[in-house]
């Protein structure tokens, strides 16, 4: 089964600050998803990343993909309060099913 | 911009009891999916539907579960003998083709007693 990992799993920020959060994922895959989560909410996507070296910016986020490393980053630029949520990152198989990775929760302090 | 969704927003049922979820999916998509969330915990897929049957299910997805796509638009799932460890919330999703996104609907929260 393909696993998914990212860290940090909680993430407390002051407001102004740069962050990144990391995604792993265990076998080849040349396409990532990011996802924002507000707490009781459904899953806004964020990001869609589909080849080596992809990179998505918008607003305060950027995103990009090394399929090589096998390995995407979430970076946070001078973080404010609406940014704080829950992100997924998310990687399919060959057959499209999307594996989640284990939430990064992002906590922006004024 | 369309949007999957998702009734009812919350389901509360007795251990035992039969539980339906429905979902309509983006009325062009090809690819419907559910997964689930239990509470602080990240999302786990269920099964994967395309072209009128199951592509794919994962371990959780028992005989318990069943899908449907009854009539074209709905997408259910059934879930026929709920116990505690059901209780999670529940998200359809739908997508159109193989690299773009997964669109999710709001969820129904299932709380088995």
């Known amino acids: 089964e393909l696993k998914v990992e990212q860290n940090p799993l909680f993430l407390s920020m002051q407001e102004g600050k740069n962050y990144t959060i990391y995604c792993n994922y265990s076998t080849t895959s040349d396409r990532l998803y990011w996802y924002r989560q507000d707490p009781g909410k459904s899953l806004e996507s964020l990001f869609v990343l589909l080849s080596n070296g992809a990179v998505k910016q918008e607003g305060r986020l950027m995103a990009s993909l090394d399929t090589k490393a096998r390995l995407s980053t979430l970076h946070i630029t001078a973080a404010v309060h609406d940014l704080s949520a829950t992100y997924f990152c998310?990687?399919?198989?060959?057959?499209?099913?999307?594996?989640f990775g284990t939430g990064t929760s992002l906590t922006v302090i004024p | 911009e369309p949007e999957v969704t998702q009734t009812p927003s919350h389901q509360v049922t007795q251990m035992g009891q039969e539980v339906i979820l429905r979902c309509v999916p983006i009325?062009?998509?090809?690819?419907f999916y559910w997964y689930r969330q239990i509470l602080g915990q990240k999302v786990e897929f269920l099964v994967s539907f395309y072209n009128n049957e199951i592509s794919e299910k994962s371990e959780i997805f028992d005989d318990q579960f069943s899908v449907e796509r009854p009539d074209g638009s709905n997408f259910t799932l059934k879930i026929r003998s709920t116990k505690l460890e059901d209780s999670a919330m529940y998200f359809c999703?739908?997508?159109?083709?193989?690299?773009?996104?997964?669109?999710f609907g709001s969820g129904t929260q299932l709380s088995v007693l």
């Open positions: 998310a990687v399919p198989n060959t057959g499209n099913q999307f594996y």
């Open positions: 999703a739908s997508g159109g083709v193989t690299n773009e996104k997964l669109f």
């Open positions: 009325s062009n998509h090809l690819y």
